[in-house]
């Protein structure tokens, strides 16, 4: 008996370690859904362009969670703002000087712009 009470317990130890790391790693799994809903359509995960460039290595390319954040929440006042990072988007874009980004999005959430971004660095093997 005793030695079912300590394997109740055990388990009961097992089940919260899982569900803790289930919760980690549900950021990026509730970003896939996001990517799937909102971002599939123009993007790829790979390197081919389709509306937008192909975002395997977009983490890379843009190591600032704050300028991932504010390009996936407003792209068109990052876009007006100009940060040189933004500019060289523009400029791998052939876009340097163009008053419009390509990019819309719409009613994401906070949540969706973090979730999302954990996905892309997944995507990258992060
Ligand atoms: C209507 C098409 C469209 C949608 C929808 C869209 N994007 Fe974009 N995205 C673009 C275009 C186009 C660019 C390049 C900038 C330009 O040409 O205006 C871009 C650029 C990017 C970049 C920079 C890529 C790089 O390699 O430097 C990231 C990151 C990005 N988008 C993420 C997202 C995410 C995440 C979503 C979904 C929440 C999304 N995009 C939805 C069209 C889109």
Redesign the pocket.
Known sequence: MKKLISGAVALGFAAVTLSAGAAMAADAAAGQA??DK??A???DLGDKKK?????K???D??KDDAW?TS??SD?QAT?DAAAPETEA??A??N?TG?P??????KG?SAD??AN??AF?KKNDGK
Request: proline share 5%.
């Open positions: 996001v990517f909102k971002c359509t123009c993007h509306m937008g460039p192909g975002l290595g977009a983490t390319r843009h991932l390009w996936i792209p876009w988007l523009k791998s874009q876009k163009k419009k980004t390509a990019m819309k999005v994401l969706d712009v999302v971004i892309l």
